[in-house]
C-alpha cells in the first residue's frame, strides 16, 4: 500500500476562481471593495499634513503617488511600493494607516494575480497579527478562514501545507486551553459542540473546517443551533478531527512535493500519530509512522538511527492496537522489534543504549510520547511506596501481578489502582540475553504522593 493510502481525508475540490470568462466581473468587485485604490497615498490639497510627515514617509508617499499616476491602479510595483510604506507605518506605531495600506496591498494583488492567489498570504497573516493582539478573536478567526480557503484552492501548491499545519496546530491548542478549563470563544465560532450529518458534510467542504454559529441557519434550510452550549465530548472530538483533517492534507501535499518538505512532513506525521492516540484512531497512526518510515528511507537511507527509532515506534502502536487492528498486528510488532533491535548492533550501538530503548529499569507504558503511568519520583511530601512485582509477556501484556510491600500511610486504594493500571497496560517488550523475552520478571518501586 502507498503511503497515506486509505487515510479519510477531506474532500476539498479544486476552485478556478479567475477562468478567463470571469476575470473582469472579479476585477471589477475588487475596485468597488476597495474604491480606495484609484485614489493618492494621501490628499495632495493637504499640504500642511504633508508637510509635517518625516521624509522617509514623504517620500514613500510620493513614490506612490507617482505610480498611480503613470502606470495605474493596477500597477504591480504598487505591491512593493505599498508595502514598505506599510511596514514603515508599523514601525512608527500608525496602526490604521498601517491596515489600511496592507488592504491596498491585497486589492492590487487581487487584480494582478487572481483572487486565489497566495501572494496574499503573509498580508493576511499580519492582518492575524493585528486582530490577535487586539484580542479580536471574531476578526481573527475570519481572516484564519480566509487563509484556509486560499489554500484549498490552491491544493497542489506546497505553501498551502503550511496553512493547513498551522489551522491543525491552533485546534490543537485550542484543545488543550479547553481541557485546562479555558472556554476558547472559536468553540462556539466554529459550532464544535455541533455533531449533525449536514454540519459534518459541511466540514469536509469549502474553506471553513466547521461551519460558523452565523452561518448555521442560512445553509441547507437548517434550523439555527445553539452552538454555545453542548457536549463536552462531542467538541473535544470536533476539534481533534478538524486538527487531522488539516495535518493529513498538508501531510499528503509535502509527500507530492517532498524535496520542498524538509522536517514539515516528520513533524505534522508525528503530530497525526500523537493525536490518533488522544483519538483513538489506530488505523491513521498505523499508515502515518509507516509513511514517516517510508520518507526516511527514501530522502536519506544513510540516517539509520531515524529509522531504528520509527520501528521501534511502530512496534509499540502494532502492540498497542492489536486488539482494534487484528492479532496479526501482534505478529508486525514482533518483526519490527526484531529488525530495530537487528540494525541497532549491526551499528555497533553500545550496551547502555540498547538496553534505555529494550530493557531499561524502569518498563516502557506503551505508547512511549505520553506520561510513564509508573515513574513517580519520591518527594519530602511523600505518603510512602508501593513494591509491586510482575511479569511482562511478549505481546506486551502484564500477569502474575503482585503488591510485594505497601508502607504504612499508604492507603489501600492506592496499591489497587496501581495493580489495576499494570493490568490494563500494554509494554514494551523487554530484552534478556540477546532474545525477546516471552516472560520478564519486573519490580517496581511507586511512591505515592498526594
Not at 497573516?125 to 486560499?150: D, F, M, S
Amino acid at each position: 500500500m502507498r503511503p497515506m493510502q486509505g487515510i479519510a481525508v477531506l474532500s476539498f475540490e479544486r476552485s478556478h476562481l479567475l477562468k478567463a470568462a470571469a476575470t473582469t466581473l472579479a476585477i471589477a468587485t475588487v475596485l468597488a471593495a476597495d474604491a480606495s485604490l484609484t485614489q493618492p497615498a494621501l490628499d495632495p490639497s493637504s499640504d500642511q499634513e504633508f508637510e509635517s510627515l518625516s521624509d522617509r514617509e514623504q517620500q514613500l508617499i510620493a513614490a506612490v503617488d507617482q505610480e498611480l499616476s503613470v502606470n495605474g491602479p493596477y500597477s504591480e510595483e504598487l505591491i512593493g511600493l505599498l508595502t514598505e510604506l506599510s511596514f514603515h507605518y508599523e514601525e512608527i506605531g500608525a496602526a490604521v494607516p498601517a491596515e489600511e495600506t496592507i488592504r491596498r496591498i491585497l486589492s492590487v494583488i487581487r487584480i494582478n494575480n487572481g483572487l486565489s492567489s497566495l501572494e496574499q498570504v503573509p498580508l493576511i497573516r499580519r492582518l492575524i497579527g493585528r486582530e490577535a493582539a487586539r484580542g479580536n478573536v471574531e476578526a481573527t478567526w475570519e481572516l484564519e478562514q480566509e487563509l484556509v480557503k486560499l489554500a484549498v484552492q490552491n491544493p497542489d501548491d506546497v505553501r498551502s501545507a503550511g496553512i493547513f499545519i498551522e489551522m491543525g496546530d491552533k485546534w490543537m491548542d485550542i484543545l488543550r486551553r479547553y481541557d485546562a478549563g479555558e472556554f476558547p470563544e472559536e468553540i462556539v465560532l466554529g459550532c464544535f459542540y455541533d455533531d449533525s450529518l449536514v454540519h459534518r458534510q459541511a466540514a469536509r467542504h469549502g474553506s471553513r473546517p466547521l461551519r460558523t454559529a452565523r452561518s448555521l441557519d442560512h445553509t441547507a434550510g437548517l434550523e439555527a443551533r445553539n452552538c454555545g452550549a453542548g457536549a463536552r465530548s462531542q467538541a473535544r472530538r470536533s476539534l481533534v478531527a478538524s486538527a487531522q483533517q488539516y495535518y493529513v492534507q498538508s501531510a499528503m501535499l509535502l509527500r507530492q512535493n517532498e524535496e520542498h518538505a524538509g522536517d514539515e512532513l516528520r513533524r505534522v506525521l508525528t503530530a497525526l500519530v500523537r493525536t490518533s492516540y488522544l483519538f483513538t484512531n489506530p488505523g491513521l497512526g498505523a499508515q502515518s509512522l509507516r509513511s514517516l518510515l517510508d520518507h526516511y528511507e527514501r530522502t536519506n537511507p544513510e540516517a539509520w538511527l531515524p529509522q531504528i527509532e520509527t520501528r521501534v515506534q511502530i512496534g509499540d502502536w502494532d502492540l498497542l492496537y492489536a486488539s482494534h487492528l487484528g492479532t496479526k498486528y501482534e505478529r508486525s510488532a514482533a518483526e519490527a522489534y526484531e529488525q530495530a533491535y537487528e540494525l541497532l548492533l549491526e551499528h555497533g550501538i553500545a550496551q547502555d543504549s540498547i538496553d534505555a530503548i529494550f530493557s531499561p529499569d524502569m518498563p516502557i507504558v506503551l505508547p512511549s510520547f505520553v506520561k510513564n503511568p509508573l515513574v513517580s519520583i519520591e518527594t519530602p511530601r511523600s505518603r510512602g511506596y508501593i513494591d509491586v512485582a510482575f511479569v511482562i509477556a511478549r505481546n506486551g501484556k502484564s500477569r502474575q501481578i503482585e503488591v510485594l510491600e505497601t508502607t504504612r500511610d499508604v492507603p489501600r486504594s492506592a496499591a489497587r489502582d496501581l495493580v489495576r493500571t499494570i493490568k490494563f497496560s500494554r509494554f514494551r517488550p523487554r530484552v534478556t540475553d540477546g532474545r525477546f523475552a516471552d516472560s520478564a520478571p519486573i519490580v517496581v518501586r511507586y511512591h505515592v504522593n498526594d
